[in-house]
T-cell receptor, first 114, second 113 residues
Framework: AQSVTQLGSHVSVSEGALVLLRCNYS??????LFWYVQYPNQGLQLLLK??????LVKGINGFEAEFKKSETSFHLTKPSAHMRDAAEYFC????????????FGTGTSLTVIP | DTAVSQTPKYLVTQMGNDKSIKCEQN?????MYWYKQDSKKFLKIMFS???????INETVPNRFSPKSPDKAHLNLHINSLELGDSAVYFC????????????FGQGTRLTVV
């Protein structure tokens, strides 16, 4: 079975500081991995995805993530946080082993302190 | 144009009622999903459906049923609503078997009183 674990349900950073949101996956085969963002009272929007091409993936709004097979991780980073980055972030996994379903982590709420 | 649209956006109803949430996608995708997001923001898949197969999460009560009149629509019917059904319900769609993401609707906030 495939799953993802997000460490830290709440992360606070100062504006301009590095953002690091952690995601570890569990899979017997190479998975497809995604990061989504959810702003208040809105749906989920894709930030970036890993589908077995380049291990360093760049997404929208200055975010990027690196797929590390040795660490089974897919952490999300942004060099400099902005107030507008405050939101809920979800890591997700899909693939043939999931019946093409998307399974989400428990989410990380990012607070940006001015 | 909205890729995945849900109606209504808000739904307030009494316990015991039956209600439906509609979902439509104009992306040409062949798989659609329903997710439930609880008050702690946990996203739980309820159903995935394409023209070949319905996959039901075993924890979903049989009061919930998906209805798909065609490939572009997947409606969610809920019978005998309970207080615990209060949540935000998201519809999503994707292309089966491809390395693409799921696209989400804006959600329907269901409140059972």
């Amino acid at each position: 079975a495939q799953s993802v674990t997000q460490l830290g349900s709440h992360v606070s950073v100062s504006e301009g500081a590095l953002v690091l949101l952690r995601c570890n996956y569990s899979s017997s085969v190479p998975p497809y991995l995604f990061w989504y963002v959810q702003y208040p009272n809105q749906g989920l929007q894709l930030l970036l995805k890993y589908t077995s091409a380049a291990t360093l993936v760049k997404g929208i709004n200055g975010f990027e993530a690196e797929f590390k097979k040795s660490e089974t991780s897919f952490h999300l980073t942004k060099p400099s946080a902005h107030m507008r980055d405050a939101a809920e972030y979800f890591c997700a996994v899909s693939g043939l082993n999931t019946g093409n379903q998307f399974y989400f982590g428990t989410g990380t709420s990012l607070t940006v302190i001015p | 144009d909205t890729a995945v649209s849900q109606t209504p956006k808000y739904l307030v109803t009494q316990m015991g009622n039956d209600k439906s949430i509609k979902c439509e996608q104009n992306l040409g995708h062949d798989t659609m999903y329903w997710y439930k997001q609880d008050s702690k923001k946990f996203l739980k898949i309820m159903f995935s459906y394409n023209n070949k197969e319905l996959i039901i999460n075993e924890t979903v009560p049989n009061r919930f049923s998906p209805k798909s009149p065609d490939k572009a629509h997947l409606n969610l019917h809920i019978n005998s609503l309970e207080l615990g059904d209060s949540a935000v319900y998201f519809c999503a769609s994707s292309e089966t078997g491809r390395r693409t993401e799921a696209f989400f609707g804006q959600g329907t906030r269901l409140t059972v009183v």
